[in-house]
């Protein structure tokens, strides 16, 4: 943000809501709103910066729609001028304000994190809590219970305006978070996710800084800590459930404590340490058997003709690198047979 503007003179900018607009558009399938908003996307953007700058821009009804892969979903879709608009509240607003809030651990949803990040933590703290304890240490490893669907609009809203002492930006937040009525945030929405960022931030300070755990991470409302004792990883657990309790939320049912000998399945993968000190990282079963599922499924649309054949391998040489970040070297081979098989029957 530069000296002389505000966060919300920034979101409202021309050219921020024009780079806005290309990012919106861009990777995306045929979109007829896109289409429509295109033919006059300068006009386009001035509408929205006008109707922005003078409190008369609406949330649009949602497009609802389910998605099955890899658990049935509801997601809802917003028009692509709401597109827009999220873009350039969440770059040039929400992001810039509340990141640096955000503990080193929380591994989802920012620039320079993700996944592969927050695995690499996790082998980096599973190691050094092997050279400080041995085996002789607990693992909890918990998740929120339809995180997404059961989080309240009031809690959130007064998260959001500790956090955002912007009053116009705090305006525009939310017109997205009453945009649905009821509890939960809609799956489809840009900005869901940094909310979702925000909302279980207090949880993260919490357990790094009330519980004193030093090894901690969490992707979106998966995850774990590393602590010493059985009796400590109990308690701990106990004082979580009643902190996510004052969110409205509650932990499900695979919330676990768990021997640091058996290691983690956390981000696609099982995370443990052999008794020689070596950090293995392999995919887990389930992800493996889903793998071979969508794999053979694709394989018959080529042959059917309704998939591109350097589509499939553009796909399956994507998953091939999400693996290779694991000891998963035999896997390969094994896929790659695999997928030879069922093109020659």
Not at 53 to 67: D, H, I, L, P, Q
Not at 69 to 96: T, Y
Not at 267 to 279: E, I, L, Q, R, S
Request: aromatic content about 16%; glycine content about 8%; hydrophobic content about 35%.
């Amino acid at each position: 943000m530069t000296e002389d503007k505000t966060y919300f003179e920034e979101v409202v900018d021309f050219g921020n809501l024009y780079q806005a607009y290309i990012k919106s558009k861009s990777g995306k399938g045929f979109c007829k709103s896109r289409q429509k908003f295109q033919l006059a996307a300068l006009d386009g953007i001035h509408q929205i910066k006008r109707r922005l700058e003078t409190k008369t821009y609406t949330v649009s009804k949602y497009n609802e729609f389910a998605v099955y892969e890899p658990k049935k979903r509801i997601i809802k879709a917003g028009s692509f001028v709401d597109k827009i608009v999220q873009h350039s509240l969440c770059d040039n607003a929400l992001i810039p304000m509340i990141s640096e809030k955000f503990i080193q651990t929380n591994y989802a949803g920012q620039l320079g994190k993700g996944t592969l990040y927050g695995l690499d933590c996790l082998k980096s703290q599973m190691y050094l809590a092997y050279c400080k304890y041995g085996y002789d240490c607990w693992i909890v490893k918990a998740d929120i219970s339809k995180f997404f669907y059961n989080i309240d609009h009031n809690i959130l809203k007064d998260i959001i305006d500790y956090f955002i002492k912007d009053r116009d930006v705090y305006w525009l937040c939310e017109k997205f978070i009453d945009s649905t009525e009821g509890l939960g945030l809609p799956l489809g929405n840009q900005v869901s996710q940094v909310y979702a960022l925000i909302y279980l931030s207090s949880l993260d300070h919490f357990i790094t800084g009330e519980l004193g755990v030093k090894y901690y991470g969490r992707y979106m409302d998966d995850f774990y800590l590393i602590v010493q004792s059985k009796e400590y990883a109990k308690w701990c657990l106990s004082a979580i459930y009643e902190f996510v309790y004052t969110l409205g939320l509650e932990l499900n049912g695979k919330t676990q404590i768990i021997p640091f000998k058996n290691g983690i399945k956390f981000c696609g993968f099982h995370t443990y340490v052999t008794p020689d000190g070596k950090v293995i990282r392999k995919l887990k079963n389930e992800n493996k058997r889903a793998a071979k599922k969508k794999i053979k499924k694709m394989v018959g649309l080529v042959k059917r003709g309704k998939l591109n054949k350097e589509k499939f391998y553009e796909s399956y040489n994507a998953w091939k690198n999400h693996i290779s970040h694991g000891n998963c070297m035999k896997l390969g081979y094994e896929m790659d047979k695999y997928v030879e098989g069922l093109f020659s029957n």
